[in-house]
């Protein structure tokens, strides 16, 4: 808020005195931060999980020339609570259903706190060597957990887009021998292999990468959504034949749209007769590798070469923390690392391992930190019995609306995302027309629209073959059952009130 609004003045000293607030100060300031942190969370299930705001509305309120004069810090707490706190869109909310989760869990955000106060830059192992040696460690931990062969290890990157992009690098890095050295001169140009749902992190991988948009060829998927291998060895030969040098091939283990799950084992068949870099997409869904029972998802996921999973969206670690994990360090260490003369030691010491010779950066937060206290505060069973609860949830609301005459479930739930659409009986069997399709798209807007503008929950949708899908994805550490039950509620109110409207 502007400063004509100071309470109590800052004096003169206070106003020109070097250095940072005064320990006991800050002391007293994390203590009410506590509660601002703790009163949220208590009340967060109060609040429209999309602020009632427009696009431009903060800015007017919050704008103004920069604060030339120090505030008292309790003026910038209440503008805090009042200006910031009710205009987020509350992720932490257990009615929000859209996208994917990303939930902060208690321990996570102590996590965070105590990473803010050390401040720990994770470049090489010397300047965190503590941050170096729990990130091995918990990359560790949480390979065992999710069943993986002991020849994976891996580094915590911000998120899957940077995970991929590394993923990527080494399959350009394996196809060319030297591109990080050579560039792309002399190459034939490379191609990526995708299905047409991966996640648009591929596609802007390889327009960093020098692979370009045109280089990544998109297979064509089965009714659920699945890559078909036999397409994309044909894609592979003819693509031989034409000149492109294949490098790498992408499968998707719960896509963005739909969760669907590519045969990745059929892949990893494909990718080892061709000689071609296979990385996993798991960023959603990989979580779940830790209940044994779901690892039939995941099946050939131990062959890829590098995989990545996101802590950040459904394993409760605060935003953020994706994790890349990868039989192949040396080819991510040959894709990436650069040492100048300034990041060199010579003291005379063997060095940890330099995370940053596997990285995009060189700066980095040490997320290994947080990841050490929230596996020991969880377990591997709290995450299990937490991620299982989100299983039966999303298999009790799928049931629901498989049994409900005036909607449908349109794809299948292997993990927590619904996808369906309500459809009023008296459309069954007329889909296919395209005046009733069009009205059932309407309709499903129209109550994704109403739902999102009631702030009591908050839904995302896709679109696929043209259809709008409505996607509720359960997997927020606070949602319980009542949550869904509502949000069904709401779902077949507004369908039956809308639908009255239309017809
Ligand atoms: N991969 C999949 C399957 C995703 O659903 C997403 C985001 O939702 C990503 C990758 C990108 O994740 P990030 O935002 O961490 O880059």
Redesign the pocket.
């Known amino acids: 808020m502007p400063s004509q609004h100071l309470e109590g003045r800052l004096d003169e000293a206070q106003r020109t005195a070097a250095g940072d607030m005064p320990p006991a100060e800050l002391r007293a300031a994390l203590h009410e931060m506590a509660d601002i942190v703790a009163d949220y969370l208590e009340e967060v299930e109060d609040y429209a999980v999309l602020p009632p705001v427009k696009p431009g509305e903060l800015t007017d309120r919050l704008a103004g020339p920069p604060p030339e004069e120090p505030e008292p810090l309790e003026v910038i707490l209440r503008d805090l609570r009042s200006q910031v706190i009710p205009n987020v869109t509350h992720w932490q909310s257990p009615n929000n259903l859209a996208?994917?989760p990303s939930t902060a869990s208690g321990i996570g955000i102590l996590g965070e706190m105590i990473s803010s106060g050390l401040n720990s830059n994770a470049f090489i192992w010397r300047v965190s060597p503590v941050g170096a040696e729990l990130e091995a460690i918990t990359i560790d931990w949480l390979r065992a957990g999710l069943g993986l062969p002991d020849e994976f290890d891996g580094v915590f990157n911000d998120?899957?887009?940077i995970s991929?992009l590394s993923g990527l690098a080494c399959a350009r890095q394996q196809a060319t021998g030297d591109a990080s050295q050579a560039g792309l001169r002399a190459s034939p140009p490379l191609r990526i292999y995708i299905s047409s749902q991966a996640?648009s992190?591929v596609e802007r991988a390889a327009m960093i990468l020098g692979i370009g948009r045109d280089g990544v060829r998109a297979i064509d998927v089965d009714k659920q959504l699945a890559m078909d291998p036999v397409a994309l060895r044909a894609a592979i030969a003819e693509d031989r034949r034409n000149g492109w040098l294949p490098a790498g091939i992408v499968a998707?283990i719960?896509?963005?749209s739909t969760t669907a799950i590519d045969p990745v084992d059929a892949i990893a068949d494909v990718a080892a007769d061709e000689g071609l870099w296979l990385h996993v997409?798991a960023?959603?869904a990989g979580p779940t590798a830790l209940i044994p029972q779901m690892r039939r998802h995941f099946k050939g996921w131990e062959r890829a070469d590098s995989i990545v999973i996101?802590p950040h969206k459904w394993m409760f670690t605060p935003f953020d923390c994706?994790l890349l994990l990868t039989r192949k360090m040396e080819m991510l260490r040959a894709a990436l690392s650069l040492v100048p003369e300034y990041l060199r030691t010579y003291d005379g010491k063997d060095s940890g391992r330099d995370y940053s010779e596997y990285v995009p950066q060189l700066g980095r937060k040490a997320r290994g930190i947080k990841m050490w206290m929230q596996l020991r505060y969880f377990g591997l069973a709290g995450l299990r019995a937490r991620l299982q609860h989100h299983l039966d949830l999303a298999g009790e609301l799928a049931a629901r609306i498989d049994a409900d005459p005036d909607a449908e479930l349109l794809y299948p739930v292997p993990f927590g995302t619904v996808c369906f659409r309500m459809r009023p009986a008296h459309y069954a069997g007329r889909e296919g027309e395209p005046a009733v399709a069009q009205a059932i798209d309407r309709l499903n807007e129209g109550v994704m629209n109403q739902l999102n503008g009631s702030g009591e929950v908050f839904l995302s949708h896709t679109r696929i073959a043209g259809v709008f899908v409505l996607r509720a994805a359960i997997g927020n550490l606070r949602t319980e059952r009542r949550h869904i039950d509502r949000a069904w509620e709401l779902l077949r109110d507004a369908a039956h009130e809308l639908d009255r409207e239309i017809a």
Do not use: L, M, V
């Open positions: 996208y994917f998120t899957a887009s991929t996640h992190s998707t719960g896509t963005t997409d960023a959603y996101n994706s």
